[in-house]
C-alpha cells in the first residue's frame, strides 16, 4: 500500500524555528543570523558592531562552532552576553540548539542578538533558527563568483555585507559582475562593502541595523 | 555533513505515518531532493540502515528522486535550466531569475504492508 505523504523533513526544525521567533519576538529582541564561510570575517564584523552600537544598543551574541571558545572569549571581553554553542562536528546550526542557547540569554535585557553560524556557505543557509534576518558575509578574496557556486546561500540572505574591502586593489574582484549575479537572483537584497580592518563601510552597516531597530 | 539528524527526521516521519496506517513494515520511501539541497544519496542509505535496524522499516528501500535547479526569469517568464556560470535569459536576454526548482527535500510517499 502507498501512502501519500508530501511532508518536508526539515518541518521539525522549522517548527523550533518558529517557536525561537515567537520566543523572541515578545522579548522585543531583534535576532540576525549571520552566514559566512570560515575566515570571512564574522566574528571581526561582530565586534566592529558591538564597538559602535554598545552605548546605544543592548546587545548579545550566540556564537556557532565546531569545537573551541575562541570566538566566544573575544566578543565576551567586550561585556556583551555570549553563549558559545559547539556543534560537536555539525556544519550548521539548527533551531534546537539556538532553543537552548535562548534559555541561558536574559531576553528580556536584551534588544539585538547576533547569531554566528559556522563558517560554512552550504547548510547554513537551509536550516531556520528563528532569527528575523539571515545575512552573508563574503569576503573579497573569496572571489566573485561564489553566487553561482553557492546560489541557495545568496536566494536566503536578505543582507549581503561583502567584507575586506581593502583587498581591492591586489584582487580581480569584478564588482559588476558580482553585482548582476547577486541582483539578478536576489533583486531586494540590501548590499553593503565594508572593511572591518580599516573600518570602512562600518558606519553604513551600523545606520541599517538601526533603522531595523527603529521599526521593530 | 548532516545526514544523520536529518535521516533520523525522516525515519520519524516514515514510522509515524507507517504507524497511522497500522502497518507491519515499511518496504520503501520515495525522498524528493534538489540539487541545492546539501544531501549525500549514500549517506542517507548508510545511516538509515543503522537508525531504522530495530524499526518495521529495516531493510526498507530509499527511492531518491533528483530535481535540477530550475530558474524563472522574471521579465518574460520563460523557465530553464541555467548552466552554471549563465543564467542569463535564452529569450530575452535580461538577467533576473528567481529559483523555482531545486531545494526541494520532502518525502513523497511510502510504501507499506
Known sequence: MKIKVLQNILDANDQIANRNQRLLDKNKVLAINIMSSPGAGKTSLILQTINRLKDRVRIAVIEGDIASTIDADR????????????????????????????DSLPLGDIDLLLIENVGNLVCPAEFKTGAHKK?????????????????????????????????????????????????????????????????????????????????? | ????????????????????????????????????????????????????????ASGATLSFTRIPMQVRCRNCGLSFFPDKSLWSCPQCDKW????????????DSIEVE
Not at chain 2, 27 to 48: K, T
Not at chain 2, 96 to 107: S, T
Open chain 1, 135 to 216: 545575512m552573508m558575509l563574503l569576503s573579497l578574496p573569496e572571489g566573485d563568483d561564489k553566487p553561482y557556486k553557492y546560489p541557495l546561500m545568496f536566494t536566503e540572505s536578505e543582507v549581503i555585507v561583502i567584507n575586506k574591502i581593502d583587498f581591492l586593489p591586489f584582487l580581480e574582484f569584478d564588482f559588476s559582475a558580482f553585482n548582476r549575479a547577486v541582483t539578478g537572483l536576489n533583486p531586494k537584497a540590501k548590499l553593503f562593502q565594508v572593511s572591518c580592518k580599516t573600518g570602512e563601510g562600518i558606519g553604513e552597516w551600523v545606520s541599517w541595523l538601526e533603522s531595523e531597530l527603529r521599526g521593530r
Open chain 1, 75 to 102: 566578543i565576551s571581553e567586550e561585556g556583551v552576553s555570549v553563549v558559545q554553542i559547539n556543534t560537536g562536528g555539525a556544519c550548521h546550526l539548527d533551531a534546537n540548539m539556538v532553543s537552548n542557547a535562548l
Open chain 2, 96 to 107: 533576473d531569475v528567481e529559483i523555482i526548482a531545486g531545494n526541494e527535500f520532502y518525502i
Open chain 2, 1 to 56: 555533513m548532516h545526514e544523520l539528524s536529518v535521516t533520523q527526521g525522516m525515519l520519524d516521519i516514515a514510522l509515524e505515518k507507517a504507524r497511522g496506517a497500522q502497518a507491519s513494515r515499511v518496504a520503501r520511501i520515495n525522498l524528493v531532493i534538489g540539487e541545492l539541497s546539501s544531501i549525500v544519496d549514500d549517506c542517507v542509505q548508510f545511516y538509515f540502515d543503522f537508525l531504522s535496524r530495530d524499526s518495521i
